[in-house]
């Protein structure tokens, strides 16, 4: 059977036409077409043969730069497709607002994990960890980022471009990204203790 090719113009036509972009897992894609989904803010989405959409996880970035774009690529590179998030360039508080709404993607359940590049991780994790289900953790190192997905069920993660090396970024987001994930279940009774606790004590 024939594998589907797809051409940056293909997908100009479909944009320019409204219409939802979808691609096969299994598609020829030509570089003109990947530079296209990098560059441009259109939403594309992967499905395999069976016809199921399949995007696991999500980067907030400002796409705009041209370091930010590199490593976004070399992310995908080690863990294939993502849904893009596009931050507005040199808008602090509107930037934030954009690493939300990838929280808020996994917290819903439209996607499993998110990786956020901003200058401020740490403020991106205190706002991320107020959604439910969303844990949150800036990415020092690969095996504290491996560890916490295995211990309380990692699936965001903040990192530094320009603080944190090309290299060191796209080795913490492959170990974050293909980890197993599971939530320890003394921590998991910790957390519902705390949070009847809190509840009992708004009332």
């Not at 507005?88 to 508080?93: D, F, I, K």
């Not at 901003?118 to 959604?131: E, F, M, R, S, Y």
């Not at 069920?153 to 290299?167: D, I, K, R, T, W």
């Amino acid at each position: 059977m024939a594998r589907e090719l797809i051409t940056a113009t293909t997908l100009e036509r479909l944009a320019q036409a409204g219409q939802p972009i979808v691609v096969s897992r299994d598609a020829l894609i030509t570089p003109a077409a990947q530079d296209w989904m990098r560059h441009t803010n259109v939403p594309v989405s992967y499905q395999e043969d069976g016809g199921g959409i399949d995007v696991a996880y999500g980067i907030a970035a400002e796409f705009e730069q041209p370091m930010i774009r590199s490593t976004a690529a070399a992310i995908e590179d080690v863990a294939g497709p993502y849904r893009r998030f596009e931050m507005p360039s040199s808008r602090g508080q509107e930037s934030l607002a954009t690493a939300i709404e990838l929280c808020g993607a996994i917290a819903t359940g439209e996607i499993e994990r998110g990786i956020v590049l901003h200058a401020h991780p740490g403020t991106v994790c205190i706002l991320a960890n107020k959604l439910p289900d969303v844990r949150a953790m800036i990415g020092t190192c690969w095996r504290a980022a491996e560890s916490a997905c295995r211990a309380v069920g990692l699936n965001v993660l903040a990192l530094q471009p320009g603080v944190q090396s090309y290299h060191e970024i796209k080795q913490i987001a492959s170990k974050f990204l293909k980890a197993e994930r599971r939530s320890l279940p003394a921590i998991e009774a910790a957390i519902l203790a705390a949070e009847r606790k809190r509840l009992g004590a708004d009332r």
